[in-house]
């Protein structure tokens, strides 16, 4: 059925019909996207660079900021380069490709911070074995398997839109191309194939989302036998785990956990999960990690000597 449309472009809508917001959105986002890149890539260089930093705990904290980067990389260069644009537009291909890329970059997001969180369990809950369980041969699997998990995600996710015939209108009312959206523009009924999406990405979501909470809820009771210094530094750490699995999941339950409708608030919500999200992480885990605080000036520290020199 992918060759029975006859759209060939898709037309954003994008945040606002109105020139002057538009110019002031676009030096907005252009900032946010720049701290974005800055931000993740100066914790991926500070784990890549430093010895003390070589626990797995860092280790998937330098694939999620990669991940952050890729992830908000997939949507916010056209949607600040669209708010220069009187006509926003984007290729059937380029849809298709951006809304692979999203799902992908998603998902892999979804099961890395799964990931993240067993491997808080194991350091805390199994303190004696966690060099064993958690060796660098285990955690190149769990990254491997947080790609994997992503691009299945992303594959079936793409695989339901592809067959679906698209005969007109081409009008998105949204700055990137996503599931629900092109739901609402196909000439058939998408009854099945929105529910299969919901099935799909809402039942990810939720389930990852509540097995992440479970476990943490795990953590922080058997935070009770440790000592004060024991849970104030478990805490802290865990802490910030919790509060980007909170910034992350909570928009995207919001979005995918329902049927195939458009609400007005989905750009807004939209724009926090791919935009506020992979700007606050690297900022919520080096505000309260002391090590990374410590990698950082480091880092900066040879930087300036070596720019002496």
């Not at 100066?42 to 330098?62: A, K, Q």
């Not at 005969?167 to 739901?183: A, R, S, W």
């Not at 919901?198 to 990852?208: E, M, Q, R, W, Y």
């Not at 943490?216 to 009771?221: N, P």
């Amino acid at each position: 059925m992918a060759n029975t449309h006859n759209v060939t472009e898709f037309i954003f809508l994008g945040l606002s019909p109105n020139w002057e917001v538009q110019r002031v959105c676009f030096v907005i986002f252009l900032l946010l996207y720049v701290a974005i890149v800055l931000g993740n890539s100066l914790i991926v260089l500070t784990v890549l660079t430093s010895r003390s930093l070589g626990s797995p705990m860092y280790f998937f904290l330098s694939y999620l900021s990669f991940v952050e980067i890729c992830y908000s990389s997939t949507t916010v260069p056209k949607l600040i380069s669209d708010l220069l644009a009187e006509r926003k537009t984007i290729p059937w291909w380029g849809c298709m490709t951006q809304l692979f890329f999203m799902h992908f970059f998603g998902g892999a997001e979804i099961f890395l911070l799964t990931v993240m969180a067993y491997d808080r369990y194991v350091a805390i809950c199994k303190p004696l074995n966690y060099t064993t369980v958690m060796n660098q041969q285990v955690c190149m699997v769990l990254v491997g398997m947080a790609w994997v998990g992503g691009f299945v995600h992303s594959l079936s996710q793409i695989l339901l839109i592809f067959q679906l015939p698209f005969c007109g209108p081409n009008v998105i009312d949204h700055y990137f191309c996503d599931v629900l959206p092109l739901l609402q523009l196909a000439c058939s009924d998408t009854l099945l194939i929105g529910l299969l999406i919901v099935a799909n990405g809402g039942t990810l979501t939720v389930i990852s989302f509540v097995v992440l909470l479970v476990s943490y809820v795990v953590i922080l009771l058997h935070l009770r036998t440790r000592s004060s210094e024991g849970r104030r530094k478990a805490l802290s750490t865990c802490g910030s785990h919790i509060t980007v699995v909170m910034l992350f999941f909570v928009p995207c339950v919001f979005i995918y956990m329902r049927p195939s409708t458009t609400l007005p608030a989905d750009k807004m919500v939209a724009v926090f999960y791919t935009v506020v999200t992979p700007l606050l992480n690297p900022v919520i885990y080096s505000l309260r990690n002391a090590e990374v605080k410590k990698a950082m000036k480091r880092l900066w520290t040879r930087t300036m000597k070596l720019n002496d020199k």
